[in-house]
């Protein structure tokens, strides 16, 4: 198979159309089979549930060229999961797991073209969704839906090396106490710009959130989970039901355990210790693990002991293994590779 002829090594994280998605539609109470289409525009009622409500929710993955010319993907199964909960609580027909990972597996396959190739630091990425796509105008979940996957070559997210990043503390919330924070629902990045734009606007690259409750517990940023590293390398990570749960940072955990013989534990991290961790890192599926160098907040800015120069060696060592793991030069856990093509 013929690669496109793009420069890998130089694409950024934007939407590029590729030659085809995968749709499926929810009507009459049951999802269609679905299928390949080349269109990349979506059709819609101007009263769609989507549009006027907000009911959609979403996924993010990665395919990867490996070391022996394998196309992969890694743990599709908990983005399928996690969509199915996604759902749920927007009362959006979820998507049966067989049907995600059929449409994830075609879209990949068709456009093989578009994988970035091995050792290009690029990926494919692989963005699942569904929507009400159904007319409403009074307030109640849309009659129908629309799966729909498409891919995207994306570059490496840090170009020129990785630096370490400066947050900004929030003075904005992200999740209210039993609300949608734990969920990937676009509405909860809807009310992310504002506060992302003002972080942005003073020079720094994400917002910490803390919990909207107390305003005394470490969350996470709009779009990524924190660990922290102690002074003796235990790997902590906050534990809440209004964040996110990251596949990134559940992967990290295991492997700084199992691989890396790392103490984890998941707990309540409170923001007035902050200072007392030696690195932090923000996982998700576009950075891996990016490293934070910098929060400034209204009491002073928190240096971690890692520093602003690169990335801390814990952090290092973590992101070293997981992509290792993705790009199969490292021996994944059982279950963790989904092969897509094998040539
Ligand atoms: C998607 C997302 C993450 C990262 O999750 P991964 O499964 O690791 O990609 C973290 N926080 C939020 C709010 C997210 O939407």
């Known amino acids: ?83 199915q909960d996604s759902a749920e609580r927007l009362l959006i027909p979820p998507v049966p797991t067989e ?6 597996d075609e879209v990949v396959k068709a456009n093989a073209a578009w994988v970035p190739p091995y050792g290009t630091g690029a990926t494919l990425y692989i963005r699942p969704f569904v929507f009400g796509n159904g007319p409403v105008i009074g307030v109640a979940p849309a009659p129908e839906y629309e799966f729909r996957v498409f891919v995207t070559p994306v570059g490496p997210y840090f170009k020129g090396g990785i630096k370490p990043l400066r947050l900004l503390l929030s003075q904005y919330d992200r999740a209210a106490p039993h609300g949608t924070g734990h969920i990937k ?20 690259s ?42 990134t940072r559940r992967s990290l955990l ?19 210790e902050l200072r007392n961790f030696k690195e932090c890192g923000l996982c998700g599926t576009a950075a891996v693990i990016s490293p934070v160098g910098e929060i400034d907040t209204p009491d002073g800015t928190i240096r971690f002991k890692s520093g602003m120069e690169k990335m801390g060696e814990v952090c290092a060592k973590l992101r070293e293994t997981l992509t290792g793991i993705q790009s199969g030069e490292i021996e994944a856990p059982e279950g963790w590779i989904r092969v897509i093509c094998e040539d």
């Not at 299928?35 to 409500?53: I, K, N, P, R, W």
């Not at 049907?99 to 994830?104: C, G, T």
């Open 206 to 247: 994400e917002n910490m959130y803390l919990d909207a409750a107390t305003r005394t517990k470490v969350e996470e940023t709009g779009g990524a989970n924190f660990v922290f590293v102690t002074d003796d390398n235990m790997i902590v990570t906050p534990k809440s039901d209004t964040i996110l749960p990251s596949i």
């Open 99 to 104: 049907l995600f990972l059929k449409a994830v």
């Open 1 to 83: 198979m013929e690669k496109k002829n793009l420069d890998w090594s130089a694409l950024s994280f934007s939407y590029q159309p590729t030659d085809y998605r995968f749709v499926a539609h929810y009507r009459n109470g049951a999802w269609d089979e679905g299928g390949l289409v080349t269109d990349a525009t979506c059709t819609m009622s101007e009263s769609a549930g989507v549009l006027q409500y907000a009911q959609t929710c979403f996924e993010g993955l990665k395919a990867y060229t490996t070391k022996d010319g394998k196309i992969v993907c890694f743990r599709p199964d908990l983005n399928a999961k996690r969509l």
């Open 185 to 204: 629902a676009g509405l909860n990045y809807a009310m992310s710009l504002y506060p992302g734009y003002v972080a942005k606007l003073q020079g720094y």
């Open 254 to 272: 295991y492997v700084a355990e199992h691989y890396l013989g790392l103490k984890v534990v998941e707990r309540v991290v409170k923001y007035d």
